[in-house]
C-alpha cells in the first residue's frame, strides 16, 4: 500500500487542523492505520492507531480528548482531526499501516511521507 499524508499547515494554539492520508490499492480496509509524529530534535512517536474495522482507536495521552482518529475505509483515506492545537503539538506527522494489525501496539510496516504542522504561541 503507498500512503500519501496531507494537510499540514501553520496555525495559532488553540486553532483545528485536519490530516488526510490517501491509499493506493483496494486492501486500505485490511490495514490498521497510525498517525506519527516526529518534533525537531525528538524520536518519532506514535500520536493514535486505529483498527481495520475503525472501531477500536488508541491515542498518546498528550492528545487525548483533543484528536480524533478515523477511517473511510470506501474512500482508502485515513484521517487525523486536531483540535486546541498546542506548541508542543509542532511536528512533522506521518501515517502508516500495518497488514490486518488488531494488536494494542502498532508495527508500522508501510509509511507516506510527512505532512508539516507547526502551532504558534
Known amino acids: 500500500v503507498q500512503l500519501q499524508a496531507s494537510g499540514g499547515g501553520l496555525v495559532q494554539a488553540g486553532d483545528s487542523l485536519k490530516l488526510s492520508c490517501g491509499a493506493s490499492g483496494r486492501t486500505f480496509s485490511s490495514y490498521a492505520m497510525a498517525w506519527f509524529r516526529q518534533a525537531p530534535g525528538k524520536e518519532r512517536e506514535i500520536v493514535a492507531h486505529i483498527f481495520s474495522n475503525g472501531r477500536t482507536t488508541y491515542y498518546v495521552d498528550a492528545v487525548k480528548g483533543r484528536f480524533t482518529i478515523f477511517r473511510d475505509n470506501a474512500n482508502a483515506t485515513l484521517y487525523l482531526q486536531m483540535n486546541s492545537l498546542k506548541p508542543e503539538d509542532t511536528a512533522v506527522y506521518y501515517c502508516?499501516?500495518?497488514?490486518?494489525?488488531?494488536?494494542?501496539?502498532?508495527?508500522?510496516?508501510?509509511w507516506g511521507k510527512g505532512t508539516l504542522v507547526t502551532v504558534s504561541s
Open positions: 502508516a499501516a500495518e497488514w490486518i494489525g488488531g494488536r494494542q501496539t502498532f508495527g508500522a510496516e508501510h
